[in-house]
């Protein structure tokens, strides 16, 4: 367990598990495991925007990511949850196919 520096009532445990999980930006640098991933999206298509607009309609959007100035692509999970990435599609892409290949 380690404690969060900015919010010192709170504690973390960190998980290690063969490099799966990747970063996919947000200021707490959230993590996601790669063998989750169903698609990632560019933020600019028009589908991008049709799923933030129905994940968030269903609560299944989480905004890691608050500044839509700074989202580069759109990440949905097996789960349907969507996230927004700070990171270019190809960059998640080729964290991912990293990740998966460890």
Do not use: W
Not at 11 to 16: F, G, K, P
Not at 72 to 95: D, G, H, Q, W
């Amino acid at each position: 367990m380690r404690k969060d520096k900015r919010h010192p009532g709170l504690t973390a445990e960190v998980i290690s598990a063969t490099g799966c999980y990747v970063n996919i930006g947000g200021q707490s640098g959230v993590l996601i495991c790669a063998h989750d991933v169903q698609a990632i999206l560019d933020y600019s298509c028009p589908e991008a925007q049709g799923i933030i607009v129905e994940a968030r309609n269903s609560n299944r959007y989480i905004p890691v990511i608050t500044d839509s100035s700074r989202i580069k692509s759109v990440i949905v999970t097996t789960n349907l949850n969507v996230y927004p990435s700070s990171f270019r599609m190809e960059t998640v892409a080729a964290r991912l196919q990293n990740a998966l290949n460890t």
